[in-house]
């Protein structure tokens, strides 16, 4: 028993520290912001749009389709924020990939989408979700998409 109450009083500084720490996360009223900074930019440029926030897990928080736009940018635009999140890098660097020389070898890569429009979310240094936007141009949908992020 002496042994038991001793492991407890060593371990009991290293359970609460690790219960001090939490991670930061994206909340809903976060995605809410980010997607109405995206849709303010799109409704601004004269562009329809559907814009995807998703966790730093993959899983959508808030999924928004303008009036008017094509539905096939539902799941591009899905497709986008998941890249951005599963690779903690912009889909543009996936595109310009793509253009040079042997870049053809992304398309391999499970979840990576060559087309600009999707941005990881970090927040001190974490990634907390990402951002997919689709609708327009490629580069149309990336200037939307940092705009929302930096609206955050």
Do not use: C
């Amino acid at each position: 028993m002496k042994k038991l109450a001793l492991l407890i009083f060593l371990l009991f500084p290293i359970i609460t520290q690790a219960q001090d720490y939490m991670q930061p996360y994206l909340t809903l009223e976060d995605a809410t912001r980010i997607s109405n900074a995206a849709e303010a930019k799109s409704k601004a440029e004269g562009w329809n749009m559907v814009i995807v926030i998703m966790d730093a897990g993959g899983h959508i928080i808030s999924l928004r389709k303008m009036d008017g736009v094509q539905i096939g940018s539902i799941d591009v635009a899905i497709a986008k924020a998941k890249s951005a999140v599963y690779f903690k890098r912009p889909t543009k660097v996936f595109e310009d990939a793509m253009k040079a020389e042997g870049g053809t070898r992304i398309v391999t890569l499970p979840n990576a989408v060559a087309i600009e429009g999707g941005l990881p979310i970090f927040k001190d240094g974490t990634i907390i979700g990402s951002i997919g936007i689709s609708g327009a141009s490629s580069a149309q949908d990336g200037t939307v998409a940092s705009f929302a992020v930096a609206a955050y």
